[in-house]
């Protein structure tokens, strides 16, 4: 027995690498819960509730966080079969590691690559990818890579065979993994160059049916980096980096990305620096990242093309992440687990490759090959506690990285819910130390507001509430949360400054889109503001009657009328409307 045994498709060998994958992942499906924005995409979606919402899922891209609806539409059919049991949904994301790790096994036999049993068992128990399982919402890297996979092969197939049907297959497969997760646009590519390694002669002829594949991939792939600047916001100060700096982040993030799977030393949030064209060491990251390609090129008769093929494909799948395009997170941290799923298949690919090549007699390889296994799964096993809850995670992300801001401000955010109020404000205060969020001074403006709701409006207080919302206003004049804030901390209290208050409810409502108005907050902004509200809100001039109003409207006017200690607060304009709708 070696490590290039088993050489071809071999059941028992898959039963044990499924085996493999249930035992590193077992902590998650027992303890496992929901975490950060899994709430957005399930615990609170309604989306989920309701043969519409799947309707919406598929037919308005504004519906749902991201436009993935073949992820969204497993959560649908999970949610009608166990709820929101946590456990349901991570057994589907540990099944389809299964059905990854079983798919690299038969691609990396395709590519007649030794060793292929033990790098993808490899992969598939390494510790860099517990983050992309245990993480309900990462069932986009999961169903993404799942479908890459059987695309590949598809694609093989067609090169092999020349049925077209093949290609079909494979055009399909790659069109569900688009819809699951853009970042998969780096396929083309990647078969461009695995036909340049495996099947030169053949490349011509492939260059049309991979053209489709390219101009597929490309136009998602730009569409999903429009929408993460317009809908999930990632612009501004935050992403204010020259085109030299830009190429910095590059150079740092991919050597940063190749040593955590080496060195793995998993976190969440990871520490984040800042691209600095004055600092010597960063520029040689840049330039040791072109370097290496260029001369693995060079010495590509004597080596092969396989390395440099594996080399260009693993920053080809990074691209996304490499700090060229605006991706959110980046505010937070340059690195993530998560986004480095899918290039870790040429990675481990080629690292593993040159593993079995070393001159070792085969006994001593295997005992090692299988120490490495179980030391991924002793590593998976010490993680998984950290995704019990999100306080379970955001603790353990502090502990291992006090800077992460963000950390803290979620940390602060589920405390204030749990009325450890002083703790709460000690995260605040320890995340605005390091930065000045909009949504962090939001969060504390609220605190504060919250305080002096509870202590007679002393004006302190509430002095301090409307600075910390006035400065998150200023940081980000379209962030409607902080609109609403403010309009209510001028507006509570013994002594309500309602003309003050109107002003930032009809900014809010000017921002707010109405798949989010809720209607407790248009109620609250139709009493304190009266009929300027009411006129902005429905683009009418001068003071319409509220017969024109939508019925849903109306009903809220009607249930705000009737509160008697409510009336006095309410202006005579207001008043004389709701008589005229009561007849």
């Known amino acids: ?305 396989g390395p440099l093929v594996g080399m260009l494909i693993f920053g080809g799948a990074l691209f996304p992440a490499l700090g060229f395009l605006n991706v959110y997170p980046m505010k937070f941290s340059f690195l993530a687990d998560h986004f480095q799923f899918h290039a870790n298949l040429a990675f481990f690919a080629v690292v593993g490759v040159l593993l079995v090549k070393l001159p070792f007699p085969p006994r001593p390889r295997i005992a090692l090959a299988s120490l490495a296994l179980v030391g991924c799964i002793g590593m998976d096993w010490s993680l998984a506690p950290a995704y019990e809850s999100e306080q379970a995670l955001w603790e353990d992300t502090v502990e291992k990285n006090p800077t992460a801001w963000m950390a803290w401000h979620n940390l602060g955010g589920l405390y204030a819910e749990q009325k450890r109020e002083k703790e709460s404000y000690a995260c605040y205060e320890k995340a605005v130390a390091i930065e000045r969020d909009p949504k962090l001074l939001n969060s504390m403006s609220a605190w504060w507001l919250r305080k002096a709701s509870r202590s007679q409006w002393q004006p302190r207080m509430l002095r301090a509430a409307a600075d910390l919302g006035a400065e998150s206003a200023e940081q980000w004049p379209n962030y409607y949360p902080t609109q609403l804030l403010l309009g209510r901390i001028h507006s509570f209290g013994p002594e309500g400054k309602w003309a003050s208050a109107t002003g930032f409810y009809l900014r809010y409502l000017e921002l707010l889109s109405e798949s989010r108005m809720n209607d407790g907050q248009v109620a609250e902004i139709l009493m304190t503001s009266g009929q300027e509200a009411v006129s902005a809100v429905y683009r009418y001039e001068g003071v319409p009657g509220m017969q024109k109003f939508p019925k849903r409207i109306q009903s809220i006017l009607r249930k705000v009328g009737s509160i008697p200690h409510l009336r006095p607060r309410m202006k005579p304009a207001f008043l004389t409307a709701l008589e005229k709708l009561n007849g």
């Open 1 to 305: 027995m070696n490590l290039e045994v088993p050489k071809a498709w071999n059941w028992r060998w898959a039963g044990l690498l499924t085996a493999l994958v249930f035992v590193a992942y077992f902590p998650i499906l027992q303890t496992a819960g929901w975490i950060w924005d899994d709430g957005d995409y399930i615990v609170n979606n309604p989306l989920l509730h309701s043969l519409e919402g799947l309707r919406r899922i598929w037919s308005d891209p504004s519906a749902t966080p991201q436009y993935y609806p073949i992820v969204h539409s497993t959560f649908w059919f999970e949610f009608q079969l166990w709820g929101l049991k946590p456990v349901g949904f991570h057994s589907v994301n540990v099944l389809l590691m299964v059905g990854v790790a079983l798919l690299f096994w038969r691609l990396l036999l395709r590519l007649h690559l030794p060793g292929a049993w033990w790098i993808a068992a490899l992969f598939a128990v390494h510790p860099n990818h517990v983050e992309s399982v245990a993480w309900v919402t990462e069932r986009k890297n999961m169903l993404s890579m799942f479908f890459l996979l059987a695309a590949t092969l598809r694609y093989w197939s067609f090169t092999e065979t020349g049925r077209w049907r093949a290609y079909v297959e494979s055009l399909v497969l790659f069109a569900a993994g688009l819809l699951s997760k853009t970042v998969i646009a780096f396929m083309p590519p990647a078969l461009f160059l695995l036909l340049w390694w495996k099947k030169p002669q053949d490349l011509k002829k492939h260059l049309i049916p991979l053209a489709a594949l390219f101009l597929a991939g490309g136009w998602m792939g730009w569409r999903t980096a429009m929408l993460e600047v317009s809908q999930v916001g990632a612009e501004g100060a935050a992403w204010a980096w020259s085109v030299a700096e830009r190429f910095l982040l590059a150079g740092k993030i991919l050597w940063s990305y190749a040593v955590h799977l080496v060195a793995p030393n998993p976190v969440f949030l990871y520490p984040k620096w800042m691209p600095d064209t004055s600092d010597w060491m960063q520029w040689m990251y840049l330039v040791s990242a072109v370097l290496l390609p260029v001369m693995l090129l060079r010495f590509s008769k004597r080596v092969g093309r």
